[in-house]
T-cell receptor
């Protein structure tokens, strides 16, 4: 699986958009980009995933560059409850020994302040 | 809708004791996973089961065994607990299908301390 690089920490003001970057320069054509977050010591929560098109759901938007070497998770109107560790993960879509497995890195600690 | 249920939520063991962590999901998922998370670290995969009847080692399998009891249940056993196994253990499940991609659902974790 391709490795990802994320900044260790970021700050955001409440009500503003939070833009979390992720570099995955070695991603292969059949690997998806997934984002999860972990609030305090709870289990991680799925946010969104994508292959090459931009994606949006009720939680966030995912912008993937045309060369697929990086992506940005956007929380449009951050709240204090969005303070969490955000993980960017690339995952094989099908086949191979790593099929289905998620490999977590260190993630980005996002702190939303009033 | 319970999702992924883990028991117990907290446990303290003495070195050398054994115990089984239980995990059950009610979402008809075919794949299940066990992760551990040490303080300040990301999650590391211990074992996984891509489908009922199969199990495979993950990144850190030593000192653990697993059983996929049925489609719903996936247990993790520590045969002889060691202080290095002090951690938070998360179970997860997902629907795994070639050509499709789904997110994982995680349980709330078991906080294990080995003294």
């Amino acid at each position: 699986d391709a490795k990802t690089t994320q900044p260790p920490s970021m700050d955001c003001a409440e009500g503003r958009a939070a833009n979390l970057p992720c570099n995955h320069s070695t991603i292969s054509g059949n690997e998806y980009v997934y984002w999860y977050r972990q609030i305090h010591s709870q289990g991680p929560q799925y946010i969104i995933h994508g292959l090459k098109n931009n994606e949006t759901n009720e939680m966030a938007s995912l912008i993937i560059t045309e060369d697929r070497k990086s992506s940005t998770l956007i929380l449009p109107h951050a709240t204090l409850r969005d303070t969490a560790v955000y993980y960017c993960i690339v995952r094989l879509s099908s086949g191979g020994t790593s099929y289905g497995k998620l490999t977590f890195g260190q993630g980005t600690i996002l702190t939303v302040h009033p | 809708n319970a999702g992924v249920t883990q028991t117990p939520k907290f446990q303290v063991l003495k070195t050398g004791q054994s115990m089984t962590l239980q995990c059950a999901q009610d979402m008809n998922h075919n794949s299940m996973y066990w992760y551990r998370q040490d303080p300040g670290m990301g999650l590391r995969l211990i074992y996984y089961s891509a489908s009922e009847g199969t199990t495979d080692k993950g990144e850190v399998p030593n000192g653990y065994n697993v059983s996929r009891l049925n489609k719903r249940e996936f247990s993790l056993r520590l045969e002889s607990a060691a202080p290095s196994q002090t951690s938070v253990y998360f179970c997860a499940s997902s629907y795994l299908d070639r050509g499709s991609n789904y997110g994982y659902t995680f349980g709330s974790g078991t906080r294990l301390t080995v003294v």
